[in-house]
């Protein structure tokens, strides 16, 4: 074994996963809930009028955060080790594909919520 | 006296081009162990059988094997646990080369344990070690305690599916005996284990299967010591950013 060995970057990773993982268990459920259960069945009333302006607002951010983005990291990082796993060999290509397609979605989603909020 | 059909996985490389099963009938009762049958083999059906045993009461962890599937020290399973399955297939430790028989080439797993310098390490004054005892309260041994157990029996990497998969990574064994040296007191080698803990073979490579924790004849719980050592590897790794800017 060498003596210069490499830091890993894995906390960084580590570190995102962790945090996705409260949000997976903690916000996830409660925005399937509210979006998938209780507005399709009427529990609920939620105009498309109310849920724009809703949207523009700065706790929204928040939204984006816990619902979208770290979750995204959370299920990129078990898709990585998931297909490490199953022995795919391109490890690199599927880390940047993995992180790269979480990074990608929560782009998306805060320039969606930046774009409603300055509007 | 009953009986049981014991099978083997046998490899003598002068006779085998690769790995075959023999099958022996064993006779036991109540307090015949898995190495009490491979001895009573030897003696009585065939003198050939190899595999490493030493004290038959799991304390040297020499007799690792995969018993029906699952890793086992021979002196700790009873052949009566397994007289409702009817069958047991004896094999060498899984992610191990075999060199013969049940026997196999620790090597890899000793350079691991030799790398993370499983020992206390005590910055010397003038080249001169300290003669004074090195005191410790009993709330200070509680924190690694638990990890000191460890036999090196192997047990754990046989169960490891990542060192499976890369026996490069240092593994659940050699990873708990780093974290409880470095949780000692009496230590001051953290600095010098963490480049390698913090590493991608170190205990990155560790998705938290947990098997190994649970396949421990010693209870030591080598995973909980691999995902402590990961938040040591993240605190380390962000203090080291801030040590940077200076």
């Keep these: ?119 | 006296m009953k009986t049981m059909e014991v099978r083997i996985q046998r490899y003598l490389p002068e006779q085998h081009s690769e790995p075959v099963v023999e099958s022996y009938q064993v006779p036991f009762d109540d307090s015949t162990s898995v190495l009490d049958a491979l001895n009573s083999i030897k003696e009585e059906q065939d003198s050939s059988l190899s595999y490493r045993w030493s004290c038959r009461m799991a304390i040297c962890g020499s007799c690792g094997f995969m018993i029906n599937g699952e890793p086992k020290l021979g002196c700790k399973v009873f052949l009566r646990d397994y007289a409702a399955a009817g069958t047991l297939l004896i094999e060498p430790l899984a992610h191990f080369p075999v060199e013969r028989d049940l026997i196999v080439d620790l090597e890899q797993f000793m350079q691991h344990l030799d790398a993370i310098q499983p020992y206390i390490i005590k910055e010397q004054a003038n080249g001169v070690s300290e003669m004074t005892p090195h005191k410790q309260t009993p709330a200070q041994m509680d924190k690694y305690q638990q990890f000191s157990d460890c036999i090196n029996c192997g047990l754990c990497y046989a169960a490891c599916p990542q060192f499976g998969l890369n026996p490069e990574f240092i593994g659940p064994g050699a990873l708990a005996l780093a974290h409880r040296y470095n949780l000692d007191s009496r230590d001051e080698g953290r600095a010098e284990r963490m480049p390698l803990i913090g590493s991608e073979e170190g205990a990155w490579s560790c998705t938290f299967v947990g098997y190994c924790s649970e396949v421990c004849p010693q209870s030591v719980d080598p995973a909980a010591a691999v995902n402590q050592a990961k938040v040591l590897s993240a605190q380390d790794m962000v203090l080291q950013l801030f040590r940077r800017k200076k």
């Design chain 1, 1 to 119: 074994m060498s003596k210069t060995v490499k830091r890993s970057d894995e906390p960084i990773w580590w570190g995102l996963f962790s945090g996705g993982g409260v949000c997976f268990a903690v916000f996830v459920p409660a925005a399937v809930f509210f979006l998938a259960l209780a507005l399709p069945l009427g529990w609920i009333e939620l105009s498309h009028a109310q849920a724009v302006k809703a949207f523009g607002s700065i706790f929204a951010v928040v939204f984006v955060g816990a619902v979208i983005a770290l979750p995204a990291f959370h299920a990129a990082h078990r898709i990585r080790h998931g297909l490490y796993d199953l022995k795919c060999r391109s490890r690199s290509l599927i880390k940047w594909l993995a992180y790269g397609l979480a990074f990608a979605a929560s782009v998306y989603a805060m320039g969606s919520w930046l774009i409603s909020f300055l509007l």
